[in-house]
């Protein structure tokens, strides 16, 4: 549980009277308040007593660490999460899916997976959505083999990556040939921590740690955090279904209900290792996307099985109290020119793209506006006042539209017929129709109405 700004104030310079406003702020008071909000930070006020600023940055940490793997800008962040129900607030960094691929599997299978990861890619809702790492196992046993396969991969794509090995003379090896690209390294166990700690001192890279119970996990995470390394997640020996929900769930609500700070990291889950079934994996998959892994390894790397985690993930991801929304501009659809037809809609992410299939469907190069209305369906939209003709006209007006056609004739939705009058009256060089009243509805209507202007 976080601290509370009336608990902070207590421990700053003059049990929180001395006032002297160098932090920028007129009070102790709204100091310690802003600081548990996370509007300001420690470093502002310079008459903090050390050993109190210490115990406050403990106290103020995230309770699940944020922890990176990979370098650039297709590092994976995890943690750094704080419900326990995606309804309290929202989950924030979605958990990254790996592809899991073995030193001793034939060469044209894991040039095949390297394929898949930069080549299956979905256009959902306005997003990009793809696999996000390789997870690299050593099950030959071969240290040279697998270090081939290390420096292969490498090669090969841009990712962050997982070195798997039980191994560990493997699995240091590798980690010498590819630490800057701060590779993540598993397991880490009672048996090889203290082989590992001088390595990570040097060439720091983020770890999994591994125990067959929870409670073997945290002397472990003890043992790491003594020695200064932080980076590190969770990979409970979960052995089937149950068991990861209790482990997962254990975890999570030991780090948020009672800031447990040996168990405030994110986790791994490994599906490809808890089944050979592809159906099984996959649903295995799609409850750790849901309680609460920060990644996830599978082994079957098909379409079939990746799209549906995927749009999952997304789901489960997005934030509740946001929806989804299109960028307001003109969206060209089937190669329109200055005849085409215009028509509007809101922003909604669904709406467009429920209308914009529809218009493709109907084979009719179209423009198709999009009004920013707080990411709301077209009804609602109009019932907050975010889609009436007063605040359509000036984004007609703006948006260019009228350069790039040579008519005057704008299709509304036919659910909101009723703003037909008072949009004419704002745009009076403009034809207003009222067009159909559900999008399913625009593949038969677009034809029809472009061949009668056509006459
Ligand atoms: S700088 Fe420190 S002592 Fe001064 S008002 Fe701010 S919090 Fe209080």
């Not at 560990?168 to 690209?181: F, N, P, V």
């Not at 469907?361 to 939209?381: H, I, R």
Request: include cysteine; charged fraction near 25%; aromatic fraction near 6%.
């Amino acid at each position: 549980m976080a601290i509370k700004g009336t608990d902070i104030v207590k421990k700053l310079p003059e049990g929180g009277k001395k006032n002297c406003k160098e932090c920028g702020l007129p009070t102790c008071f709204a100091f310690a308040m802003k600081l548990a909000s996370g509007g300001i930070v420690l470093e502002k006020c310079p008459y903090i007593d050390p050993a109190v600023k210490l115990e406050l940055e403990d106290a103020l940490a995230p309770p699940i660490k944020p922890v990176t793997v990979g370098t650039g800008s297709n590092a994976v962040l995890a943690g750094d999460e704080q419900v326990l129900y995606r309804h309290e607030k929202t989950f924030i960094h979605q958990p990254a899916i790996a592809f899991l691929i073995s030193d001793d599997e034939p060469a044209a299978a894991v040039e095949e997976k390297i394929t898949r990861l930069k080549e299956l890619q979905f256009a959902w809702v306005g997003k990009t959505l793809k696999a996000d790492m390789l997870a690299l196992r050593c099950s030959s046993g071969d240290p040279a083999r697998y270090g081939e396969l290390v420096t292969k991969v490498c090669g090969a794509v841009d990712c962050p990556l997982m070195l798997i090995s039980e191994n560990t003379d493997a699995l240091l090896a590798a980690h010498a040939t590819c630490a800057d690209k701060k590779p993540l390294l598993y397991p880490v166990t009672a048996d090889n921590i203290d082989r590992f700690i001088p390595v990570l001192k040097s060439r720091p890279s983020p770890v999994a740690l591994k125990a067959a119970t929870i409670d073997a996990l945290v002397p472990l995470a003890n043992r790491l955090k003594e020695a200064g390394i932080e980076d590190i997640f969770l990979a409970p020996d979960s052995a089937d279904l149950n068991s990861a929900i209790r482990d997962e769930t254990l975890i999570r609500r030991a780090a948020l209900k009672q800031s447990f700070r040996p168990l405030g990291y994110p986790t791994v889950a490994f599906p490809c290792f808890m089944t050979k079934d592809r159906a099984s994996e996959m649903l295995l998959a799609a409850m750790f996307i849901i309680k609460y892994a920060g990644i996830i390894v599978i082994s079957h790397v098909d379409e079939q099985s990746i799209l549906p985690l995927l749009v999952q993930r997304m789901n489960i991801y997005t934030d509740p109290r946001i929806p989804m929304s299109m960028e307001e501009k003109v969206y060209p659809i089937n190669n329109p020119d200055a005849a085409s037809p215009v028509l509007i809609t809101t922003n909604w992410a669904l709406t467009y793209f429920i209308v914009a299939s529809e218009i493709e469907s109907s084979k009719v190069p179209s423009w198709l506006c999009v009004k920013e209305a707080g990411g709301l369906g077209v009804l609602t939209a109009w019932a907050a006042g975010k889609f009436s003709g007063d605040s359509i006209a000036p984004f007609i007006k703006k948006s260019n539209i009228e350069q790039q056609v040579n008519h005057r004739r704008l299709i509304i939705p036919g659910k909101v017929a009723r703003i037909r009058h008072e949009l004419t009256e704002a745009l009076p060089d403009w034809e207003i129709i009222v067009g159909p009243r559900e999008a399913n509805e625009i593949p038969s209507y677009l034809p029809n109405l472009v061949k009668s202007w056509k006459g």
